[in-house]
């Protein structure tokens, strides 16, 4: 049975957020650099937000949101809409879980000397149990010892 | 609680937990062979911390960068874990350790029926390069083996 998750990435959501408000910001500096009027000011800074949330969502769709679907034959990690990675489980021998310098856990898939990372913390999964579910997955039929 | 959720408590301390204060545990395989012997688990790191701006640069030019790992074994998968085993264990680590040019290394067994020869099998090894602790988990106790990298076991697990 194929399973989904694509859980709101919410840092990278306000990543693609902040992109749009620091152009825009940027463009304010070199464009209009001296408004002296405060209300104009906040009126910009007020519309600044605005556009950078309704900007920063469809970049967060576009670029970033991850989409991971799996079976018991196969995974599929997609990123935004253009990087879509397919990979059969069966082509991996090892697999750790791994811990970026970020704090987020991933597990890692290994295809000899390559590797893979599937982002459980990213995608809102419990890294451990995710580990433990990807290993009856790589190894259906191996006994744990 | 059962072994599986010990050992993988012990992992998240390792990699999430208190034992960021002893090295930077970033990696964690299971069922991991090495040398003859399969370990339930081994997670591996370094000693060098990683941080932001400050402590990154202070770790970069205080701390060594030193490799380091910690095994876990339980004595449920073996049928008879004695201090035979036991020697066979630590000789596979070290094996691993000088192989991988890590500098030393953890060995953690868990039990639920370690006799007190083993306990005393483990207080007795002292080896400046590989801590030794043993886990009772129906007596909730620990013994650690006699030096300083035992002693340190103490610090990233609790019983």
């Known amino acids: 049975m194929s399973q989904t998750y694509a859980p709101l990435q919410l840092y990278n959501l306000l990543k693609s957020c902040m992109i749009v408000f620091v152009v825009q910001a940027l463009v304010y500096i070199f464009l209009v650099p001296i408004i002296i009027d405060l209300a104009l000011r906040l009126l910009i800074l007020i519309l600044n937000v605005l556009i950078s949330v309704s900007l920063g969502w469809p970049l967060y769709k576009r670029r970033y949101h991850m989409i991971l679907t799996y079976d018991n034959t196969s995974f599929t990690l997609k990123k935004g809409v253009k990087e879509e990675i397919s990979h059969k489980w069966k082509e991996f021998s090892r697999l750790s879980l791994f811990r970026t310098e970020e704090g987020d856990f991933s597990v890692r898939l290994y295809k000899d000397s390559e590797f893979f990372d599937l982002p459980a913390s990213k995608l809102r999964l419990n890294p451990f149990k995710f580990r433990s579910e990807v290993m009856q997955l790589v190894f259906p039929s191996k006994d744990k010892k | 609680m059962s072994l599986e959720e010990k050992m993988t408590n012990i992992e998240k301390s390792l990699m999430a937990g208190s034992g960021r204060w002893i090295a930077d545990f970033t990696e964690s395989f299971r069922n991991f062979r090495a040398n003859d012997v399969t370990f339930d688990a081994f997670v591996r790191g370094n000693t060098r911390m990683k941080g932001f701006?400050?402590?990154?640069?202070?770790?970069?030019?205080?701390?060594?960068?030193?490799?380091?790992?910690?095994?876990?074994?339980?004595?449920?998968?073996?049928?008879?874990?004695?201090?035979?085993?036991?020697?066979?264990v630590l000789g596979a680590v070290r094996a691993f350790i000088k192989e991988s040019e890590m500098k030393w290394a953890w060995l953690i067994i868990l039990s639920t029926k370690s006799t007190d020869a083993l306990k005393k099998s483990v207080e007795s090894i002292k080896d400046q390069f590989v801590g030794v602790a043993l886990i009772d988990l129906d007596s909730r106790s620990m013994v650690n083996s006699d030096s300083y990298i035992g002693k340190q076991a103490k610090r990233f697990i609790k019983i």
């Open chain 2, 53 to 88: 701006l400050l402590s990154r640069v202070f770790s970069a030019t205080i701390n060594p960068n030193y490799s380091v790992g910690c095994f876990m074994i339980s004595t449920e998968a073996v049928k008879n874990f004695d201090k035979k085993f036991l020697v066979k």
